[in-house]
């Protein structure tokens, strides 16, 4: 089944396995532009917002769901090639329920705990999550290799490619839509103990604008919302739909490294807005801005305004600037309630889906594509060492007066991936 004797690496375009996940880091267009480069093996896929015969018509070969498992020994028996997905990999023993090409049927097949191949997605492991040694254990034990989207990163630390515009622009969206329905829940069933908000998915933007702003003129007055980070990519992304959704510039309150430099707890959080959408990047243990001892004593006073928090950030880990919440929420119950309503204290609700951008799955996946491809473009050229020191040493490697420096930009972003993996390899080893 060996796909061609071409010298071109290979890679193959996995499915999701994540429930409501209709994104991909690469669209049928790029993927075009980039077979003068590589093979390309697409999984087969429905729900993928691009369908099989976009990415056969570009150029790829489509194969079954689960093909990732056996890559190597059925399509890239001289390794150069690489999976390319987005989300995490199903859990080991988890049984996935796996399309076939043209076929309405699925199969299931048993996901293995080690991982072989090497990898480009988003693993969620490297700023020490709960399960973190979980998952790398299961690269080290396939001798695998992850190639994190996260931390792909220019020379100056700035994200090749991210989906913190479109993650901000449905986190606002998400928190209107939950505070309307919050707010008609108090009105018709005030004993209610949850909120029913079932999210969908929309094909566009403009049709998740418009779906809000019918929901919004429903209420007596609008909401106060406040964003954190407000001045970065995903807060940005906030900002916008707020506006978009009709808000008057006075109900959007922009918060960002000025107004938090202090640091936290924050009291201004519980007290100003309606809605609070978190968009704030944590690579480090900071003071948490809302802690349950000041939730406890704003209460307390009945002085609460505070009903709905969106934490798009979901930083579940030690780092965690909330936590007052520490589950993931997901699309088919978007809500959970942290405090239930008292006399004179509205109801708080939170969530905290970690793959917001998926209910825009068109624009963010060709957003995405779009900041990713020219790098993925030079992944073919890296060297493929393993080795700690000179993965380092090629990462740093500038010359003004090389006429390739620019290109060699792309290089050096997967070198200090390569070389972040090798070092979470040994933080691995060291902890155990």
């Given at each position: 089944?060996?796909?061609?004797?071409?010298?071109?690496?290979?890679?193959?375009?996995?499915?999701?396995?994540?429930?409501?996940e209709?994104?991909?880091p690469?669209t049928?267009?790029?993927?075009?532009?980039?077979t003068?480069?590589?093979?390309?093996?697409?999984?087969?896929?429905?729900?993928?917002?691009?369908?099989?015969?976009?990415?056969?018509?570009a150029?790829?070969?489509?194969v079954n769901?689960?093909?990732?498992l056996?890559?190597?020994?059925?399509?890239d028996?001289?390794g150069?090639?690489?999976v390319?997905?987005?989300k995490?990999l199903?859990e080991p023993?988890?049984?996935?329920?796996?399309?076939i090409?043209d076929?309405?049927?699925?199969?299931?097949?048993?996901?293995?705990?080690?991982v072989?191949?090497?990898h480009?997605?988003?693993?969620?492991?490297?700023?020490?999550?709960?399960?973190?040694?979980?998952?790398?254990?299961?690269?080290k034990?396939?001798?695998a290799?992850l190639l994190d989207?996260?931390?792909?990163q220019?020379?100056?630390?700035?994200r090749?490619?991210?989906f913190g515009?479109?993650?901000?622009?449905?986190?606002?969206?998400?928190?209107?839509?939950?505070?309307?329905?919050?707010?008609?829940?108090?009105e018709?069933n005030?004993?209610?103990?949850?909120?029913?908000?079932?999210?969908?998915?929309?094909?566009?933007?403009a049709?998740?604008?418009?779906?809000?702003?019918?929901?919004?003129?429903?209420?007596?007055?609008?909401?106060?919302?406040?964003?954190?980070g407000a001045?970065?990519?995903?807060?940005?992304?906030?900002?916008?739909?707020?506006?978009?959704?009709?808000?008057?510039?006075e109900k959007?309150i922009?918060?960002?490294?000025?107004e938090?430099?202090?640091?936290?707890?924050?009291?201004?959080?519980?007290?100003?807005?309606?809605?609070?959408?978190n968009c704030?990047?944590?690579?480090?243990?900071i003071p948490?801005?809302?802690?349950q001892?000041?939730?406890?004593?704003?209460?307390s006073?009945?002085?609460?305004?505070?009903?709905?928090?969106?934490d798009?950030?979901?930083e579940?880990s030690?780092?965690?600037?909330?936590?007052?919440?520490n589950k993931?929420?997901?699309?088919?119950?978007?809500l959970?309630?942290?405090?239930?309503?008292?006399e004179?204290?509205p109801?708080?609700?939170?969530?905290a889906?970690?793959?917001?951008?998926?209910?825009?799955?068109?624009?963010?996946?060709e957003?995405?594509?779009?900041?990713l491809?020219?790098?993925l473009a030079?992944?073919?050229?890296?060297d493929?060492?393993?080795?700690?020191?000179?993965?380092?040493?090629?990462?740093?490697?500038?010359?003004?007066?090389d006429?390739?420096?620019?290109?060699?930009?792309?290089?050096?972003?997967?070198y200090?991936?390569?070389a972040?993996?090798?070092?979470k390899?040994r933080e691995?080893?060291?902890?155990?």
């Amino acid at each position: 089944m060996t796909l061609s004797t071409s010298t071109k690496p290979l890679i193959l375009l996995r499915a999701e396995y994540k429930p409501n996940e209709h994104r991909t880091p690469l669209t049928p267009s790029h993927l075009s532009s980039l077979t003068h480069k590589y093979n390309f093996i697409v999984e087969t896929s429905q729900e993928r917002i691009f369908s099989d015969k976009e990415y056969e018509n570009a150029g790829a070969k489509i194969v079954n769901q689960g093909e990732w498992l056996h890559f190597c020994e059925r399509y890239d028996k001289d390794g150069t090639g690489y999976v390319l997905g987005l989300k995490e990999l199903p859990e080991p023993k988890e049984v996935m329920q796996c399309e076939i090409k043209d076929e309405s049927k699925k199969i299931p097949i048993e996901t293995p705990f080690a991982v072989r191949h090497r990898h480009i997605m988003f693993a969620h492991c490297y700023k020490y999550q709960n399960d973190w040694k979980s998952t790398m254990q299961r690269f080290k034990e396939g001798n695998a290799e992850l190639l994190d989207l996260e931390f792909l990163q220019w020379d100056n630390g700035r994200r090749v490619a991210a989906f913190g515009r479109a993650a901000g622009f449905a986190g606002m969206a998400v928190g209107m839509l939950g505070y309307v329905a919050q707010q008609q829940q108090l009105e018709k069933n005030p004993q209610a103990q949850n909120v029913n908000l079932q999210l969908d998915w929309y094909r566009n933007n403009a049709d998740l604008v418009n779906l809000v702003k019918k929901q919004l003129a429903t209420l007596k007055e609008q909401p106060v919302v406040l964003v954190l980070g407000a001045l970065g990519r995903c807060g940005g992304g906030a900002v916008q739909f707020a506006r978009e959704a009709g808000l008057p510039e006075e109900k959007v309150i922009q918060w960002d490294l000025e107004e938090t430099k202090v640091g936290g707890p924050f009291l201004e959080l519980l007290l100003k807005p309606h809605i609070l959408v978190n968009c704030i990047y944590v690579n480090g243990k900071i003071p948490p801005f809302i802690d349950q001892e000041l939730l406890s004593q704003v209460d307390s006073r009945k002085e609460r305004r505070l009903s709905v928090f969106v934490d798009v950030s979901c930083e579940m880990s030690q780092n965690n600037p909330f936590p007052i919440n520490n589950k993931i929420t997901t699309f088919p119950d978007p809500l959970r309630r942290l405090v239930q309503p008292l006399e004179g204290v509205p109801p708080l609700d939170c969530c905290a889906i970690d793959h917001l951008p998926a209910m825009i799955p068109r624009q963010s996946s060709e957003d995405f594509s779009q900041d990713l491809y020219e790098t993925l473009a030079r992944l073919g050229d890296a060297d493929t060492t393993r080795e700690l020191d000179q993965l380092e040493k090629l990462a740093k490697e500038t010359d003004e007066n090389d006429p390739e420096m620019d290109e060699k930009k792309h290089l050096r972003v997967w070198y200090r991936a390569k070389a972040l993996f090798q070092k979470k390899l040994r933080e691995l080893e060291e902890s155990q």
